[in-house]
């Protein structure tokens, strides 16, 4: 059973930082793929970043340059750096495991498995 806990969300504002964490258990998930997407309401879940098992990351284009994604595998943990914020980032967020070993799944794939999500929300 994967277990993701994302903590570290909250309010800031426009031009400020956060940084989001998610430990994980259940697996030996310096194997696997992870990943944080984000949604907000009405809206589908939208891919934000992900790093592979060996530390390769990616980015989509409007965090690019501001979030940072890393990870500690002696922690079961994946980090999201959030630097200049911007209202339009506010959402929840949530971490993301890929379901199988050395694969990283596609962005809008069904090959990632959720945490529950944690909110923020940026003042303009």
């Known amino acids: 059973q994967v277990l993701l806990v994302e903590s570290g969300g909250g309010l800031v504002q426009a031009g400020g930082s956060l940084r989001l964490s998610c430990a994980a258990s259940?697996?030996?998930?310096?194997?696997?793929?992870m990943g944080w997407f984000r949604q907000t309401p009405g809206k589908e879940r939208e891919f934000v970043a992900a790093?592979?098992?060996?530390?390769?990351?990616v980015y989509a284009d409007d965090v690019k340059g501001r979030f940072a994604i890393s990870r500690d595998n002696a922690k079961d943990s994946v980090y999201l750096q959030m630097n200049s914020l911007k209202p339009e980032d506010t959402a929840v967020y949530y971490c993301?495991?890929?379901?199988?070993?050395?694969?990283?799944?596609?962005?809008?794939?069904?090959?990632?498995?959720w945490g529950q999500g944690t909110q923020v929300t940026v003042s303009s």
């Open positions: 259940g697996r030996p998930f310096r194997r696997y793929a």
């Open positions: 790093i592979s098992w060996g530390g390769d990351t």
């Open positions: 993301a495991v890929g379901t199988h070993t050395y694969h990283m799944p596609s962005r809008e794939s069904d090959e990632w498995s």
